[in-house]
């Protein structure tokens, strides 16, 4: 049983940063997934990252160059970084994390990019 917690988010000016965190309970089995999804009020839901527990990452076109997803082992924690946000990035993120026999969801964090 694995249970996900996001935080992070908060309000931020145009072009700044923030970082992302999902912390799980529980030991993370060592094949995984984790996604981070977003949502934004009259938009669709999409994937802006992934990391493969092989190493290999994703990214959406539109978050390329700005955003980084990792993982620390140790600490079960794992974090999108976001830099230079723009107002477009506005939207409530969530954590998934898919294991071999289940897919866990953390409870979303609001990110909004507003001047």
């Known amino acids: 049983q694995v249970q996900l917690v996001d935080s992070g988010g908060g309000l931020v000016q145009p072009g700044g940063s923030l970082r992302l965190s999902c912390t799980a309970s529980?030991?993370?089995?060592?094949?995984?997934?984790v996604d981070w999804y977003r949502q934004a009020p009259g938009k669709q839901r999409e994937v802006v990252a992934r990391?493969?527990?092989?190493?290999?990452?994703f990214y959406a076109d539109a978050v390329k160059g700005r955003f980084t997803i990792s993982k620390d082992n140790a600490k079960n924690v794992m974090y999108l970084q976001m830099n230079s946000l723009k107002p477009d990035d506005t939207a409530v993120y969530y954590c998934?994390?898919?294991?071999?026999?289940?897919?866990?969801w953390g409870q979303g964090t609001q990110v909004t990019v507003s001047s």
């Open positions: 998934n994390l898919i294991l071999p026999d289940a897919r866990y």
């Open positions: 529980g030991s993370i089995s060592s094949t995984f997934v």
């Open positions: 990391l493969h527990s092989g190493g290999n990452t």
